[in-house]
Nanobody
Framework: QVQLVESGGGLVQAGDSLRLSCAAS????????AGWFRQALGKEREFVAC????????YYGDSVKGRFTISRDNFRNTVYLQMNSLKPEDTAVYYC?????????????????WGQGTHVTVSS
């Protein structure tokens, strides 16, 4: 069974930066696509970013392009989300997830394992 634990969330002001981490227990972490999703109050789950198994390719949702960077350390079994120039609209619970059997996917339904989420609140 794969377990994911997110950390690094908090309360920040607009323009600040945060780095989220997701520690995975997966034995074969390096074989999974890793993704970040977020869900704001009253809104549907939104794709944020994903990274392929080797870390050589990334993809971002339109709302975070140029501001967020996803990365992974397969030796540490950890995926990161560096968030810069945060906006109040970024306020949400952020979830990391792993997908098996894909080279890349932004579809939440394709992800097999999910963390419990970490809260990010950006004040204006």
């Amino acid at each position: 069974q794969v377990q994911l634990v997110e950390s690094g969330g908090g309360l920040v002001q607009a323009g600040d930066s945060l780095r989220l981490s997701c520690a995975a227990s997966a034995r074969t972490f390096s074989s999974y696509v890793a993704g970040w999703f977020r869900q704001a109050l009253g809104k549907e789950r939104e794709f944020v970013a994903c990274i392929n198994s080797s870390g050589g390719s990334t993809y971002y949702g339109d709302s975070v392009k140029g501001r967020f960077t996803i990365s992974r350390d397969n030796f540490r079994n950890t995926v990161y989300l560096q968030m810069n120039s945060l906006k109040p609209e970024d306020t949400a619970v952020y979830y990391c997830a792993l997908a098996r059997g894909y080279t890349m996917t932004k579809n939440a339904a394709n992800y097999d394992y999910w963390g419990q989420g970490t809260h990010v609140t950006v004040s204006s």
